[in-house]
């Protein structure tokens, strides 16, 4: 079974605190990403890696930022939490396409709540 | 840009009886996957049908089937038979073959069935 594991399933954090969430993979993974889930609004992707140490911005990188130091594990980073980062968190990993596609599975997401 | 479009915030069906859930997108490539994910109440989102869009046939996975309508933009999820299990947010996701893998995601469908 593939798994995607993620630190926390409920996270409260203040406005100002730096915020770690973490990801880990179990299937040598090639790709792993990060979405973020809000009402009304479906996953939008925020950062994703295709090796160690790259990353690449998504479609909302701002006020986020990655760390990918080993292959298994992809970290996302609030370096100063605001209020409008309240959301669900949701990580994914893929093999690596190579002109296909390889399915995406998910982590059971992090509500992370910034007060 | 590509978009993916889902209409319906929230639909209901009766246990047994079969519903359709619809998405439309927009993109100008011609090589391109089609994706609908299922995430079911406080549980991990996961895969349940894919359709390559150089294939005409329609994709179908037991219960799940679509109808692709290149030409119209247009993929819709039919499920059959429906089951109390299949209570979840249904999205909508789309990649084509050059964004290594990256997932454009529609707005989500809430679907619940009642018994």
């Known amino acids: 079974d593939v798994k995607v594991t993620q630190s926390s399933r409920y996270l409260v954090k203040r406005t100002g605190e730096k915020v770690f969430l973490e990801c880990v993979q179990d299937?040598?993974?090639?790709?792993m990403f990060w979405y973020r889930q809000d009402p009304g609004l479906g996953l939008r992707l925020i950062y994703f890696?295709?090796?160690?140490?790259?990353?690449e911005k998504g479609d909302i990188p701002e006020g986020y930022s990655v760390s990918r130091e080993k292959k298994e594990r992809f970290s996302l980073i609030l370096e100063s939490a605001s209020t409008n980062q309240t959301s669900m968190y949701l990580c994914?990993?893929?093999?690596?396409?190579?002109?296909?596609?390889?399915?995406?599975?998910f982590g059971p997401g992090t509500r992370l709540t910034v007060l | 840009a590509q978009t993916v479009t889902q209409s319906q915030p929230e639909m209901s069906v009766q246990e047994a009886e079969t519903v359709t859930l619809s998405c439309t997108y927009d993109?100008?490539?011609?090589?391109?996957?089609l994706f609908w994910y299922k995430q079911p109440p406080s549980r991990q989102m996961i895969l349940v049908i894919r359709?390559?869009?150089?294939?005409?046939q329609n994709a179908t996975e037991n219960r799940f089937s679509v109808n692709f309508q290149k030409a119209a933009k247009s993929f819709s999820l039919k499920i059959s038979d429906s089951q109390l299990g299949d209570t979840a947010m249904y999205f909508c996701?789309?990649?084509?073959?050059?964004?290594?893998?990256?997932?454009?995601f529609g707005q989500g469908t809430e679907l619940s069935v009642k018994p």
């Open positions: 299937m040598d993974h090639e790709n």
């Open positions: 359709q390559e869009a150089y294939k005409q």
């Open positions: 994914a990993s893929s093999g690596r396409a190579g002109g296909g596609y390889n399915e995406q599975f």
């Open positions: 996701a789309f990649t084509n073959y050059n964004q290594g893998g990256k997932l454009i």
């Open positions: 890696s295709y090796d160690v140490k790259m990353k």
């Open positions: 993109t100008s490539e011609n090589n391109y996957y």
